[in-house]
């Protein structure tokens, strides 16, 4: 994670295999993290309007994702 840019770049191999062989496949995802302020502007700029925000762990219990942020809106 780059905080200067808000990129996260991650590095992915791939393997499968079938029958005796293997095969491999490369990627890489980039991912570009928003502040919550950012995000619910976009959502209010796309039309939403009741948008909340919910913490992982504290509002979904789901205790893997502590600390991430995860927005409803309709």
């Known amino acids: 994670f780059e905080p200067e840019s808000g990129l996260a770049i991650y590095n992915i191999t791939m393997l499968n295999a079938e029958g005796n062989l ?3 496949k490369d990627a890489t995802v980039y ?3 928003h502040s919550p302020e950012e995000i619910t502007n976009a959502l209010y700029k796309a039309g939403f309007s009741n948008i909340r ?3 992982g762990e504290e ?3 789901i205790s893997a994702f502590k600390g991430r ?3 409803a809106a309709s």
């Open 59 to 61: 509002d979904l219990g």
């Open 69 to 71: 942020i995860f927005f």
């Open 22 to 24: 293997w095969y491999r």
């Open 31 to 33: 991912e570009q993290c």
């Open 53 to 55: 925000a919910l913490e």
